[in-house]
Each structure stands twice: as structure tokens, then as C-alpha cells.
């Protein structure tokens, strides 16, 4: 396989290569942003309605990786919107997935970064600051673990605890 290769293959495509190395989930989320696939080492956080920890972490440089942020399944608020996402795209992070909602939509599927989440609403949540980082995240029934590595695509959400596209 190419560097590359996973910018090239499917989900579906790695999941006949590598069916040992890899779980794969239909996907709960909705997409929202410009980059429907993405893939990259996987970052976690809690943040029941907060967008602080959210906004603190895209302004950490990304380097290539998802951010997997479980702001408990509210409906009430929006945790993302086209702020953070800008803030997320320029230090280089691959994408977002929310156990939450968005707001901004049409500026979200503008920017060139990968965001799932439950819903949208308008109403932004809250900047308190307050969640835990690295914390074993399930969404769904998918256990997202930090370091471990997700893949995402129209066919779902594949997760590895090795980097499936450097092998």
C-alpha cells in the first residue's frame, strides 16, 4: 500500500484489505463539513453543551488528526460552528465528529475539513471550559479511544489502533 493510498481507497476498500485490523460502524452522524472523507489519529474529549474545551483543542496545531468530542448528545446547543471550524482548519486538523450539534452549516460545508455530527441547531453553547481530555469516548455504541485512528467515508467509519494508510 502507498503512503498515500487512503486518500485513494474506500472504506469498504480497506475493509477487504485489512478486515483483522480494522472494526467498522454505519455512521449516526451527519456530515457537515467540505471534506466528506478523512481519516487521521484520533483525540478525544468530554464537554457535556461546552464548546471550550472544543475551541481549545482546534487551537492546538492538529497535525492530521480527528477530534472526537462527546458533548452528550444534547440537541439544545451547538458545540462547532464556522469559527472553530476555521480556527481547526488552519492549525491543520483533518476533521471533527460531535456527540453533539453545529451551527453555520453553509459555511462548514465550505471549509475543507471533515465534521459529523447528530443535528444542527442555531443556539451556540456554552464556553465553560470544562471536560476531560483523552478520555475513552463512546458514541453509539463506537468506543473512540485517543491515539487509536479513525477513517471516515459516505460508507461509514472504520476504526485501527495502527495507521492503516502508512502501511
Same mark, same amino acid.
Given at each position: 500500500? !502507498? /503512503?498515500?493510498?487512503? &486518500?485513494?481507497?474506500? *472504506?469498504?476498500?480497506?475493509?477487504?484489505?485489512?478486515?483483522?485490523? %480494522? @472494526?467498522?460502524? /454505519?455512521?449516526? $452522524?451527519?456530515?457537515?463539513?467540505?471534506?466528506?472523507? $478523512?481519516?487521521?489519529?484520533?483525540? *478525544? %474529549? *468530554?464537554? $457535556? !453543551?461546552?464548546?471550550?474545551?472544543? =475551541?481549545?483543542?482546534?487551537? @492546538?496545531? #492538529? =497535525?492530521?488528526?480527528?477530534?472526537?468530542?462527546? /458533548?452528550?448528545?444534547?440537541?439544545?446547543?451547538?458545540?462547532?460552528?464556522?469559527?472553530?471550524?476555521?480556527?481547526?482548519?488552519?492549525?491543520?486538523?483533518?476533521?471533527?465528529?460531535?456527540?453533539?450539534?453545529?451551527?453555520?452549516?453553509? *459555511?462548514?460545508?465550505?471549509?475543507?475539513?471533515?465534521?459529523? /455530527?447528530?443535528? &444542527?441547531?442555531?443556539?451556540?453553547?456554552?464556553?465553560?471550559?470544562? #471536560? !476531560?481530555?483523552?478520555?475513552?469516548?463512546?458514541? &453509539?455504541?463506537?468506543? $473512540? =479511544?485517543?491515539?487509536?485512528? %479513525?477513517?471516515?467515508?459516505?460508507? #461509514?467509519?472504520?476504526?485501527?489502533?495502527?495507521?492503516?494508510? !502508512?502501511?
Amino acid at each position: 500500500m !502507498e /503512503a498515500d493510498s487512503a &486518500a485513494v481507497l474506500s *472504506t469498504s476498500d480497506l475493509a477487504d484489505s485489512r478486515p483483522d485490523d %480494522v @472494526e467498522g460502524y /454505519a455512521s449516526p $452522524f451527519r456530515s457537515y463539513g467540505g471534506r466528506r472523507a $478523512f481519516h487521521g489519529p484520533i483525540a *478525544t %474529549v *468530554t464537554c $457535556f !453543551e461546552d464548546a471550550g474545551p472544543i =475551541r481549545d483543542y482546534l487551537s @492546538e496545531p #492538529g =497535525r492530521g488528526r480527528v477530534l472526537v468530542a462527546d /458533548a452528550g448528545g444534547s440537541r439544545r446547543v451547538a458545540v462547532l460552528g464556522d469559527r472553530m471550524a476555521q480556527l481547526g482548519v488552519g492549525n491543520g486538523w483533518a476533521g471533527v465528529i460531535l456527540n453533539g450539534n453545529v451551527r453555520d452549516c453553509d *459555511t462548514l460545508a465550505a471549509l475543507d475539513v471533515g465534521v459529523l /455530527a447528530l443535528g &444542527a441547531v442555531p443556539v451556540r453553547g456554552g464556553l465553560y471550559g470544562q #471536560g !476531560e481530555r483523552d478520555a475513552d469516548v463512546v458514541i &453509539a455504541g463506537i468506543s $473512540f =479511544r485517543a491515539g487509536g485512528y %479513525v477513517y471516515v467515508d459516505a460508507d #461509514g467509519l472504520l476504526l485501527s489502533h495502527a495507521a492503516l494508510h !502508512e502501511q
